[in-house]
């Protein structure tokens, strides 16, 4: 079952803060973030895996619940580039990853 | 060059003829994925693979066919093509839980 994310889209001004949420209904091995750019495959940030490990991006952290199987994805001080889609993958299997709908991004100077 | 590439990345086809989508990636990650993007949306998984020869059922498998009887190549075939089918299709290998993307095969069926 697919995660759902939110909000859908947010504007913010370059410097601002930004969260993202992710929340699925299913127990969670991982949950996995991705940016993706208009025209551009997604792009790999960020893994936050069950026991509190995480592995990814240095300028973007995030934080996993699993006892609420919910992530959340903080963007401080944006910056131009972080504008994009940004997209929840979660890890109910084992083996592979369901997308939520994302969030778009857009940084304005 | 290293890394994971589709052909082809644009192809107009017609309802009802076969159409065969390649992925080819030089890593030798034993995990290899299908995903499907509709605009506006998010991505939908079609068929994954965990080793050559060993393939599984996605999300939204109906009317696709996959083989992967070499590590490196995980060729997508639609076997009658449909205009629900036009889409965005993304090939990605994996390593440590890491998804590899490829730049993406734009079909649009007429």
């Known amino acids: 079952q697919q995660p759902v994310q939110s909000p859908q889209a947010v504007i913010l001004r370059e410097g601002e803060d930004a969260v993202i949420n992710c929340s699925s209904s299913?127990?969670?091995?991982?949950v996995h973030w991705y940016r993706q750019k208009h025209g551009e495959a997604p792009v790999f940030l960020m893994i936050?895996?069950?026991?509190?490990e995480q592995k990814g991006h240095e300028k973007i952290s995030a934080s996993f619940n699993e006892k609420k199987q919910q992530s959340s994805l903080y963007l401080t001080a944006s910056q131009l580039s972080y504008s994009g889609t940004y997209f929840c993958g979660t890890d109910a299997s084992g083996s592979r990853l369901t997308f939520g709908e994302g969030t778009q991004l857009t940084v304005n100077p | 060059d290293a890394g994971i590439t589709q052909s082809p990345r644009y192809k107009i086809t017609e309802t009802g003829r076969q159409v065969t989508l390649m992925c080819h990636q030089t890593w030798s990650h034993s995990y290899m994925f299908w995903y499907r993007q509709d605009l506006g949306h998010g991505l939908r998984l079609i068929y994954y693979s965990a080793a050559a020869d060993i393939t599984d059922k996605g999300e939204v498998p109906d009317g696709y066919v996959v083989s992967r009887s070499k590590t490196e190549n995980f060729p997508l075939t639609l076997e009658s093509a449909t205009r629900s089918q036009t889409s965005v299709y993304f090939c990605?290998?994996?390593?440590?839980?890491?998804?590899?993307f490829g730049e993406g095969s734009r079909l649009t069926v007429l």
């Open positions: 990605a290998s994996s390593i440590a839980g890491e998804l590899f």
């Open positions: 936050l895996l069950k026991g509190g």
């Open positions: 299913k127990a969670l091995y991982s």
